[in-house]
């Protein structure tokens, strides 16, 4: 993969970077980071998270190429900005990482999140004719008229114009499914980010299983659907919330450089 021509900034307008909020954010996507190579959610050292810094919604953390997300510490997480500028940490971000993401966040300021992922199931169904999501489960009724199809996969994202092309096909949606590339989640925060991800691929994992069975995959009833991802919108964001400090807790156990 190649990286974009990114440069640093320097000088008297450098933006203040070390508040509690912004290494917040990073020790928290770090933790995501970590809990995706867990279970299998990661492909080498190609794909990507980011988050706008707290406080400076045109500057974006991303991970640094070159590292899989098992490796990767909230202290080695980079802060862009939308013109190239590489405002904090070491290393640059790998190209289409910061063509689409940068892109996303400037275009779509609600996404203060954005995750993407080659995760096997979702991309699985990101190759196959039609909708990727049959509406047939409790899990995938979460996401049930939250999701858009980008049809028109056109190689590495390697450019701005590709990278807003991805953000007009998100539109209003919080999960885009790039037809032969993967999902994007983009989320008001990296709690909801997180959650959507891992509920995403169980979804779409269960959906896989049900169809290698040879039978029928039988949809909810519409009415029903409407009403059970209604339920479940209304307390996203606080379960979202308590998701994200179950894998921290789990984390602090297991893996506690993730906050270093």
């Known amino acids: 993969m190649t990286t974009p021509s990114i440069s640093r900034s320097s000088g008297p307008n450098r933006p203040k970077l070390d508040t509690e909020e912004a290494w917040?954010?990073?020790?928290d996507l770090a933790a995501c980071f970590r809990m995706a190579a867990r279970y299998g959610m990661e492909e080498g050292i190609c794909?990507?998270?980011?988050?706008?810094?707290?406080?400076?919604?045109?500057?974006?953390?991303?991970?640094?190429?070159?590292?899989?997300?098992?490796?990767?510490?909230?202290?080695?997480?980079?802060?862009?900005?939308?013109?190239?500028?590489?405002?904090?940490?070491?290393?640059?971000?790998?190209?289409?990482?910061?063509?689409?993401?940068g892109?996303?966040?400037?275009?779509?300021?609600?996404?203060?999140?954005?995750?993407?992922?080659?995760?096997?199931?979702?991309?699985?169904?990101?190759?196959?004719e039609g909708s990727p999501l049959i509406f047939a489960g409790q899990t995938a009724l979460k996401f049930y008229g939250r999701t858009a199809v980008d049809e028109n996969y056109?190689?590495?994202?390697?450019?701005?114009?590709?990278?807003?092309?991805i953000a007009a096909a998100i539109g209003d949606a919080d999960i885009?499914?790039?037809?032969?590339?993967?999902?994007m989640v983009c989320a008001p925060n990296i709690a909801e980010a997180w959650d959507d991800l891992y509920y995403?691929?169980?979804?779409?994992?269960?959906?896989?299983?049900?169809?290698?069975?040879?039978?029928?995959?039988?949809?909810?009833?519409?009415?029903?659907?409407?009403?059970?991802?209604r339920q479940m919108r209304d307390g996203d964001p606080e379960s979202?919330?308590?998701?994200?400090?179950s894998i921290k807790r789990t984390l602090d156990r297991l893996e506690p450089e993730y906050r270093s």
């Open 154 to 165: 056109n190689g590495l994202a390697l450019d701005e114009r590709e990278g807003d092309r």
């Open 240 to 245: 979202a919330r308590l998701h994200l400090q």
């Open 103 to 128: 892109r996303i966040h400037k275009r779509l300021p609600r996404a203060k999140a954005a995750f993407h992922t080659h995760m096997p199931f979702a991309t699985a169904l990101s190759m196959t």
């Open 200 to 229: 995403l691929e169980r979804a779409c994992e269960v959906q896989t299983l049900a169809r290698s069975t040879g039978r029928e995959v039988l949809p909810v009833a519409r009415d029903i659907a409407e009403a059970a991802y």
């Open 176 to 183: 885009v499914f790039m037809k032969h590339h993967g999902v």
């Open 24 to 27: 917040q954010a990073k020790v």
């Open 47 to 101: 794909n990507h998270f980011s988050a706008v810094v707290p406080g400076y919604d045109d500057l974006f953390i991303v991970n640094p190429y070159g590292y899989a997300f098992s490796e990767l510490t909230a202290s080695m997480l980079l802060v862009c900005d939308f013109h190239g500028n590489v405002i904090s940490g070491e290393g640059k971000p790998e190209a289409t990482a910061f063509y689409i993401h």
